[in-house]
C-alpha cells in the first residue's frame, strides 16, 4: 500500500513539474537571478540595496534546490537519464557550495538553464538550429583561417620582425593580424607604421586583408547555399 501511495505520489509530482506553467516558473526565476547577479556588478554604494540583491540571489537558489529536489523524487533513478537533469543539476550543485557564494562567475553559469526552454520559443529554437546547422561550415573556415594566419604571422616576423615591436614574435605576429582580420584600426596602429620602416609592406598588409575578406565571404555564401539546400529538400519532399 505504501508503495502504491509513493507511487501516486511521484506521479502527481511529474505532473507539476511536466506543465508548461512550471516551466515558465523556472524560466522567471532563473531571469530573476540573471537581473539580480547583474545589480550585483554594478557596484552600487548603498549596502542595503546590495543584501537585498544577495537574499534575492540566495531566494534564487533556494528555489533551483527545491526543484532539483522535487524532479529526483519525480523521477527516481531515470533523473540522471536525462543530459539536461544532470547538466541542472551540475551547475546548481556548484552554484549552491559555500566557497562559491562570492564567486559570481560560478553562480552565473546558472543563466545557460534557460537554453533547455527553447522548445517553447519557435524563433529562438530556429536560431539555435541554424547555428547548429552551420557549425561544419565555420569549423572549417576557423581551420583554414588558423593555417591562414599562422603562415602570413610567420612571414610577418621574418619580414618585420627585426624593427617592429608589433612583429618581433610569432604570438605577437598573430595578434597583429588577428586585429587587422576584424579592421580594429588596423591600418594606424599596424599598418601605417611599418609601412614607414619598409615602404612596401602594403603589399603584405593589402593581400592578408583580401584572403581575409575572401574567407569570410566563402563562408557567408557557404551557408546561404546550404541553407537554401536544405530548405530546397524540404519543399519537394513536401
Known amino acids: 500500500m505504501g508503495i502504491i501511495n509513493m507511487s501516486d505520489e511521484r506521479t502527481k509530482a511529474r ?26 556588478t554594478i557596484g552600487v554604494e548603498n549596502i542595503d540595496f ?13 528555489i533551483f534546490i527545491v526543484e532539483m529536489l522535487l524532479k529526483m523524487y519525480a523521477y527516481g533513478p531515470k533523473f540522471f537519464k536525462s543530459g539536461w537533469n544532470i547538466f541542472d543539476l551540475i551547475v546548481v550543485g556548484i552554484s549552491s557550495m559555500p566557497l562559491t557564494s562570492y564567486l559570481i562567475i560560478l553562480r552565473a553559469f546558472r543563466l545557460f538553464r534557460l537554453l533547455r526552454y527553447i522548445n517553447h520559443f519557435k524563433q529562438m529554437k530556429s536560431i539555435i538550429n541554424i547555428m547548429l546547422s552551420i557549425l561544419p561550415n565555420f569549423v572549417a573556415m576557423a581551420v583554414v583561417l588558423c593555417v591562414f594566419v599562422y603562415v602570413f604571422g610567420v612571414m610577418g616576423v621574418a619580414l618585420f620582425g627585426e624593427q617592429v615591436a608589433a612583429f618581433g614574435d610569432l604570438w605577437s605576429s598573430i595578434f597583429s593580424l588577428l586585429q587587422a582580420f576584424t579592421l580594429d584600426g588596423w591600418a594606424s596602429t599596424i599598418a601605417r607604421p611599418v609601412m614607414r620602416i619598409y615602404p612596401h609592406s602594403w603589399i603584405f598588409f593589402f593581400s592578408f586583408v583580401m584572403v581575409s575578406f575572401l574567407l569570410v565571404t566563402s563562408f557567408g555564401l557557404s551557408v546561404i547555399t546550404s541553407m537554401v539546400k536544405k530548405e530546397f529538400k524540404i519543399q519537394s519532399k513536401l
Not at 516558473?25 to 547583474?38: E, P, R, S, T, Y
Not at 546590495?50 to 533556494?62: G, N, S, V
Request: proline share 0%.
Open 15 to 40: 505532473k507539476v513539474i511536466e506543465t508548461n506553467n512550471f516551466d515558465y516558473l523556472i524560466m522567471f526565476v532563473i531571469c530573476m537571478d540573471a537581473v539580480a547577479l547583474g545589480l550585483l
Open 50 to 62: 546590495m543584501k537585498t540583491m544577495f537574499l534575492l540571489d540566495r531566494l534564487c537558489m533556494a
